[in-house]
């Protein structure tokens, strides 16, 4: 019994330590480089796409897409959007923040409660189609 406690938590642990390189992958026709850690895909987008225009943009791909927009924030420089999938129990839910720095406008896509990163990058391609990237 011993053994088999032993085995699992060394396969957990494997599973969570391999889950923390992110898997980097460029997307879009401009390249966009995306990288997948835990349960957030991160995206740099180039520093002249404002965050107002992201989350516009991100509203349509989510609502064509089934989800209804539950909480939005939006600022020049900051905005949190967090949508659920149609069902009515609320997940899964995609949380999306943008923000801007210096060189670029980030985007994380966060989908709770376990993450799929697949479903992320499908949104961020969406959401790059509709910037033009």
């Known amino acids: 019994m011993g053994a088999m406690l032993r085995a699992a938590v060394v396969g957990l642990c494997l ?3 391999s889950g923390c390189s992110p898997s980097v992958k460029n997307q879009g026709r401009d390249g966009v480089e995306a ?6 895909l991160t995206a740099r987008l180039p520093v002249e796409v404002r965050v107002p225009a992201v989350m516009a943009a991100l509203d349509e ?13 939006v600022t020049e ?3 949190k959007l967090v ?14 923040q943008a923000n ?3 060189a670029a406008t980030v985007v994380r ?4 409660p376990f993450g799929d990163e697949e479903q992320c990058r499908a ?8 910037l033009g990237l």
């Open 15 to 17: 599973t969570v330590l």
């Open 35 to 40: 990288g997948y850690s835990g349960r957030t």
């Open 61 to 73: 791909v989510l609502r064509d897409r089934g989800y209804f927009i539950k909480e939005s924030s």
């Open 77 to 79: 420089d900051v905005a």
């Open 83 to 96: 949508a659920h999938a149609p069902r009515n129990d609320g997940y899964p839910r995609v949380t999306v």
């Open 100 to 102: 801007t720095t210096a």
């Open 109 to 112: 896509f966060t989908n709770e």
């Open 123 to 130: 949104m961020l391609d969406g959401l790059l189609v509709k």
